[in-house]
């Protein structure tokens, strides 16, 4: 069955720490992938996407993604995070169509 | 400039009460979408509108129904919440299979 999983529930780091989400998928056929952050109190919102081209997509605020095909991952990543990037992170999958399976989110918290 | 808007942010009911939660899109997009996210979980996809068209998941309770009277508004049309139907709401709205754009949601509790 075609699935999308986030590894981590909760993360937890210092501001100017280096962040990296993974998002790892089960299917083996076309996907479009993306990243959504939902700020607190806020709607979900597009951070980047994948559709085809380099592997490597950057994505609005320093985020940036690498869809790696032979690991069916898309591992979302940022250098240097600011206290403004607590969020819930999801990774998205559409799996040869135009419907979206979620992960079940991460949660991060920077810490001041 | 909200460019998907659902109404009412908050939406309290009574056990087996009909509710509806609105939706409206002002990006003129031809698939709107309703998930239903629990706390803690992955938004679920409940049935989206292909233009006209509704495709409901197999999954999806017969409770859910849904109405898009045109292209700016859609409908969900819960006939008798239970107490597991408390979640938050989520509209979404996208063209074809480009990135959805979700409104706030709608957090719907049940007394």
């Known amino acids: 069955a075609q699935s999308v999983s986030q590894h981590n529930h909760h993360v937890i780091l210092s501001e100017a720490a280096s962040l990296e989400l993974g998002c790892n998928y089960s299917y083996g056929g076309t996907v479009n992938l993306f990243w959504y952050v939902q700020y607190p109190g806020q709607h979900l919102q597009l951070l980047l996407k994948y559709f085809s081209g380099d592997p490597l997509v950057k994505g609005i605020k320093g985020f940036e993604a690498e869809f790696i095909k032979s690991k069916f991952s898309f591992n979302l990543r940022k250098p240097s995070v600011q206290w403004s990037d607590t969020a819930e992170y999801f990774c998205?999958?559409?799996?040869?169509?135009?419907?979206?399976?979620f992960g079940a989110g991460t949660t991060v918290t920077v810490r001041a | 400039d909200a460019m998907v808007i659902q109404n009412p942010r908050y939406q309290v009911t009574q056990f087996g009460k009909p509710v509806t939660l609105s939706c409206s899109q002002t990006?003129?997009?031809?698939?709107m979408y309703w998930y239903q996210q629990k706390s803690s979980q992955a938004p679920k996809l409940l049935f989206h509108y292909y233009d006209k068209d509704f495709n409901n998941e197999a999954d999806t309770p017969d409770n859910f129904q849904s109405r898009r009277p045109n292209t700016s508004f859609c409908f969900l049309d819960i006939r008798s919440p239970g107490l597991g139907d408390a979640a938050m709401y989520l509209c979404a709205t996208s063209r074809s299979n480009q990135p959805q754009h979700f409104g706030d949601g709608t957090r719907l509790s049940i007394l």
């Open positions: 998205a999958v559409a799996f040869n169509d135009y419907k979206l399976s």
């Open positions: 990006l003129n997009h031809n698939v």
